[in-house]
């Protein structure tokens, strides 16, 4: 969720933006289906659904990576990151507020934009050292996949709708910086498949759909169940 306009021949990240776009409507559509009463699935426990949402948090971070670096490449431009950054953390702000008040047992107070806020902060040392970047993701992934060893990240004592925390979630953007030193950002995609079209559209604007499409799902999803 970091724009890519000043690098837009490379659509490949916003295509990868758009994929997980689909990705997270699909798990968050299957999670108020479920929430509501509609299916009765395993959302914490059965393996799909497990990593299902882990596999999303992970290509998001690994696009804020590339498009990190592609954007800050010769230099950072504190400006337009600080813009960026403080309009992801105002953002984060009131989907706190607003969760707090519609799910006072499960409000969001360290999500997906507070967790980018925070992991593009912390990933900007390591733009021009990618070797780094890379030791640094394989340290913080290794122990986390093998032994669920994550470093300590603070917690409260209800649960969550959306919880990220940046270990071991900002070894990914520094995956995607070494994605960029590798030319990965370059994979071909046809510009003139629908589907690349398609996919392309969404991550271009995949801040405002990840905004927008849970109060459109679970609002006209708690309708239907209303009036059933």
């Given at each position: 969720m970091?724009?890519?306009?000043?690098?837009?021949?490379?659509?490949?990240?916003d295509v990868l933006?758009?994929?997980?776009?689909?990705?997270?409507?699909?798990?968050?559509?299957?999670?108020?289906l479920n929430y509501l009463g509609f299916i009765k699935i395993d959302i914490m426990?059965?393996?799909?659904?497990?990593?299902?949402?882990r596999l999303i948090v992970f290509l998001f971070f690994i696009a804020v990576g590339m498009s990190l670096t592609l954007v800050h490449k010769k230099k950072i431009k504190w400006s337009a990151f600080l813009n960026r950054f403080l309009?992801?953390?105002?953002?984060?702000?009131?989907?706190?507020i607003v969760t707090y008040?519609?799910?006072?047992?499960?409000?969001?107070?360290?999500?997906?934009?507070?967790?980018?806020?925070?992991?593009s902060l912390m990933s900007l040392p390591f733009l021009k050292f990618?070797?780094?970047?890379?030791?640094l993701a394989l340290l913080l992934f290794i122990p986390s996949a093998i032994?669920?060893?994550?470093?300590?990240?603070?917690?409260?004592?209800?649960?969550?709708?959306?919880?990220?925390?940046?270990?071991?979630?900002?070894?990914?953007?520094?995956l995607g910086i070494f994605a960029v030193s590798k030319n990965l950002h370059k994979i071909y995609c046809n510009q003139n498949n629908q589907i690349i079209k398609s996919l392309?559209?969404?991550?271009?604007?995949?801040?405002?759909?990840?905004?927008?499409?849970?109060?459109?799902?679970?609002?006209?999803?708690?309708v239907i169940k209303l009036v059933i």
């Open positions: 970091y724009s890519n306009k000043d690098n837009s021949r490379f659509i490949f990240i933006r758009g994929f997980t776009i689909i990705l997270m409507v699909v798990f968050h559509f299957s999670f108020d426990s059965h393996p799909f659904w497990y990593f299902l949402p309009k992801l953390v105002l953002l984060a702000l009131l989907i706190s008040f519609l799910f006072p047992e499960n409000w969001i107070y360290f999500g997906t934009l507070h967790s980018i806020a925070l992991v990618p070797k780094i970047a890379l030791a032994w669920d060893l994550n470093l300590p990240w603070f917690e409260m004592a209800h649960s969550s709708f959306d919880y990220i925390s940046p270990f071991p979630w900002v070894g990914a953007c520094l392309n559209f969404m991550g271009q604007h995949s801040l405002l759909i990840y905004l927008i499409h849970q109060p459109i799902l679970f609002g006209l999803l708690y």
